[in-house]
C-alpha cells in the first residue's frame, strides 16, 4: 500500500481533532448536570446558574460559554431550542404603500385595522377598508396610494375595490418577501434544521431553531428589517447653537416640572414632557450641580466649546435613557426637525470595556418634502464578514448596486473630510470619515465586532430589505420532542444493535476478522461526531439517518473485502497475498458505491432545506469518514501486521459460514416474464393504493393545530401520545415538552380540512377525554377549557409551503437522475442507468405504497412527516449501493470473459456477489430490527421504513436492476 505516511498522518490528526471537539461536550455535560442539581428542574434557575460561569474558564483555556458554543449540538427534536412567533406589521407595508402618507384619517385606519385583526381575526387589508370607511365614508383611497411605487396600478381615477384588490395582492407579496427573508438569514445562521411554517393567522410566522446558544443574537438577527441608510453629518459645533436652544427648553421644563411637583408630591406630569418622574428627580439632583446646562451635563459637553466631529455624547448604557427622555420632549423634538437634525446611537459601545456607546448627528435632507437619508432602501448587492487588516476585530465589507454605486460616489466626492453615518434599522453601525471619492460602490462596517456579530451582520445585508418590520410576539424555550426517556431508549437500542452487529461480524468472519472490522466502525462514529463538532452541525433525526446509511457504507465496504480475500484464498493465495489483492479488486466497486452515495449527498444538500439539509450534510462527512477507515485504515492495520509475520492463522470464515452460499448457482434470469407480472402486480398494488387510500400525512405537510397544555405535575410525553391515540382515529399527536416539564404542546391534523364553526370545540373536548387521567380528579370540561390547563390553542398552516415541498421532489428526482448519469458515465453503458433508475423508482413506490397500505392498521404510527423524507432518502442511498456492486461484477466479467453470453455472466455475478450482498443486508437488518423493537416510538417510523428499504432495496438489485440491465444489453445485441 502506498501513502502509509499520509494515512498515519491523517489518523492522528483526526483523532486530536475529534478527541479536541468532543471533549467540550463532555465538560459541558458535566456543568449542565450541577445547574439541574442547583436549580431543581427550574429552567429560569438552570440558565441562571450557567450564565453566571459564563465567562469563567473551564477547560483548555477556553470559558463555559465558549465551551457550549464548541459542543456537538442537538436539533430541536433531540435537545430543544427557542420556539418562536413573529408578526409581520401590516401597517408598516401599506404605510410605505402609501410613501408615509401623514394623513390623519389613514393613520386612524391603520390603527383601527391593527385592532381589529388582533381581537377579530379579520385580514389586514378588508379591515383597514372597513375602518377608512366608518372614518370617512366619501374617502377614496386612491388619493393616499397613487405613489410612485404603485405608478400603473393604481391612479387617482381608480375606484377604493380597484385599490383594495392592489393593496391585497402587494400584501401578500411583502408577506412572501418577509418569510422569504427570514428563512434566508435563518438558513445562513448555521446548519440548525429551522422548522419554518407560515401560521393561519394572517402575518404570523412560527420558527423552530434547535440548538440555539445565543437567545439574544437570534431576536436581533430576526428582527431587524435591514433598513440600511448612509446619512450625512454634521459637526457638533454646526449645531452647537440649536443644542443651546434644546438646553434651554429643557431647562425650563425641568423649573417647571420641579415646580409641580413640590406642589403635589406625587405627579407624572413630566412624562408627558418627555421625562419619567424619575428623570425628573435625577435632574432635581443636578440642578444644584448646574442646572442652567442640564442638556450639555447629561452630553458631557462644554456648552462654550464646540467641537468638530460628528459625536454629540459619549456616554454609558445608564446614562442613554436620561438622554433620550430630554430629546424626547415635543418642543425639543420639534427644534431638531425644524433645524434637519437627527440623534441616533451607535449599535455598540466602542469597546466592552469601557461600555461607552456615541450619539451622533444626522443631516436630515428633505427629497420629494419627505425627510430622507441620501442613499437607502436595497442597495447591497453582496456582503462579506473578514477581519480588518489593522485591528483583531471583524468588519463587513458591502458592495453596492450600479445605481446605488453612483449616488455613493456623488456622496464621498461632497463629503471629504467629513464623516458618513452607516445606519442599519435606526442604529449607527459606523461613521467613517472619507478620504478619498468611492467610485466602485464599495463601503466598510467597521467597530469592535465579534467575527459571529459581523457574520450576522453581513447576513442581514445579503437576505435583502424585508417589507415590514417582524417583531417578535410569542417566544417559548422548547423541550425536546423525544423526551429523556425516548433518548435514553435510543442510545440503549444504539448500544444493543452495535454489539449484535459486532458478534455478526465475528460469527461469520471470525474473531480477529470481525474485531478489525468492527474496531474500524467504532473509529468511523468517533470521527464522524467529530468532524460534525468541528463544522459545529447540529445533530437531528435526519442527520442521525445519514450517519446511519454511513455505516452501511462502512459495513458494506468490509464485507466486499473480506468476501474478496476470501476468494482469493479459495484459490490458492496466501493470507498477505489475499488481503492484498482483495483490497485492489474491491476499490472500484467501493469507490463507485460511495460516489454514488455522495452525489446523492452533494444535491440533496444544494437543492434541500431543513431535515433535508442535515441528512445530506451529515451523510457526505459520513461517506468521507467511511471510506476512510474502511479502504485505508483497515488495510494498514493488516499490513501492518502482516508485515511483521502475524494474522498468519486468519482465514475469514468460521464454522457458521464455511459452507454458507460458497460457489452458489441460483438462476435468477430463468423466469423473467412471470418476475416481471409479480412486480406489476405489486407496483400498481402500490400505487393505486397510494392514488386511492393515500398517506397519513402528519402535520407537517397538512397543518393543524397546536395546542399548549399545562398540567399540576410532570408529563411523561410517551404516555400523552398514548392516551390520545384512541380520541384522534389515526391521526397520532405529536406530543413534546415546552417550556417546564409540566407543560406540553399538543399538535394534531385530526379534522384539519373541515371549516365546521363547531370543530375547535369537538377536538378540544377530545382532549379533555383524553387527558382525564392526567387531570385531578373532579375537574370538569368548563375547568379544562378556562380554569389554566389549556395555555393557548392555534391552528398552523403547512410547514413546508409549496415550492419547498417542490424542492425535496425536485431534490430526490435529481439524486437519482444523477445517480444514473454517474452510472452512465461509470459504465459507458445505457443499460445500468435504466436498471438503476427503474430499482430505485420501485423501492420508493413499494415504500410509499406499504405505508398507504398499512397506516391504521399497524400497532404504531406511519404518519409521513418531514423524517419520512430522511428515511426515504436514506433507502435510495442504500439501495444503489448494491445495484452499483453487482454492477461492478458485470464489468469484471465481461472484460475477463468476453465471448462468455450475457446470461450467464449477469447470473455468475448474482451468484458470486450474492454472499456479499446477504451479509451486508443482514448486519444493516439486525441494527434496524433492534432500533424498530427497542428505540421508542419517535423513532419506529422512521426505523420501519429503512427495514422496508433495505429489505426491498436488496431484492430490487436482484430482481430489478440486473434483470433489466440484461434485457437492454441482449435486444441492443440483437439488432447488431
Known sequence: ??????????????????????????????????????????????????????????????????CRAMEINLGLDLKGGMNIIMEIASADILKSLSDNNPDLIFNQALDRATELQSKKGKDFVSAFALAYKELDPN?????????????????LQSTNEEVIAVLRNELRIAYENSFNVLRSRIDKFGVVAPNIQRMAKEGLISIELPGVKDPNRVRDLLQGTANLEFWETYSESEIHQTLIFANNIIRDSIQLAHQYFNKTAVNNNSATMGFSPQTTVKAKSKAS?????????????????PHQTCVVASVKRNEKPNIDAFLGNSKVKALLDANRISLKWTIKPRSEENGVYDLIALKVSYIDNRPKPILSGDVIQDASDHFGQTSHYAEVSMTMKSEAAKVWARLTKDNLGKAIAIVLDDAVYSFPTVSSEINDGTSRITGNFTAEQAKDLANVLKSGKMSARAKIVQEEIVGPSLGQQAIKLGFISFIIALTILILYLILIYGLGPGLIASSALVINLFFSLGVMASFHVVLTLSGIAGIVLALALAVDANVLIYERIKEEMRGGSKIRKAVEEGYRKAFPAIFDANLTSLITGIILLICGTGPIQGFAFTLIIGIGVSFFTAVFLTRLTYETFLSKGKLQNFTFITKLSKNFLVSPNFNFLKNLRLLYIVLSVIATMSFVSFLFRGLNKGIDYTGGRNYVIRFKQPINTAQVQELLNPYFENHTPSVITIGTANQVRISTNYMIESNDLCTDSIIQYKLYEGLKLLLPVGTTYDQFINNGYVQSLQKVGPSIADDLKQKAIWAVGLAVLAIGLYVLLRFRDISYSVGSIAALTFDTLFILGTYSLLWGIVPFSLEVDQTFIGAILTVVGYSINDKVVIFDRVREYIFFHPKKNKFEIFNASLNSTLDRTFNTSMSTLLVLLIIFFFGGESIRSFSFAMILGVVIGTLSSLFIAAPIAYEIQIRKKKKK
Open 1 to 66: 500500500m502506498q501513502n502509509k505516511g499520509l494515512v498515519k498522518f491523517l489518523v492522528v490528526a483526526l483523532t486530536l481533532i475529534s478527541i479536541f471537539y468532543l471533549s467540550f461536550s463532555f465538560v459541558t455535560n458535566k456543568y449542565y448536570k450541577r445547574a439541574r442539581k442547583y436549580s431543581g428542574g427550574i429552567p429560569s434557575l438552570e440558565n441562571q446558574y450557567l450564565d453566571s460561569l459564563a465567562n469563567e474558564k473551564i477547560w483548555l483555556g477556553y470559558s463555559l460559554e465558549k
Open 289 to 305: 450641580e448646574d442646572l442652567q446646562y442640564p442638556l450639555f451635563t447629561s452630553l458631557r459637553l462644554n456648552p462654550n466649546q
Open 139 to 155: 374617502a377614496k383611497l386612491s388619493v393616499i396610494f397613487s405613489t410612485y411605487e404603485l405608478k400603473g396600478k393604481i391612479c
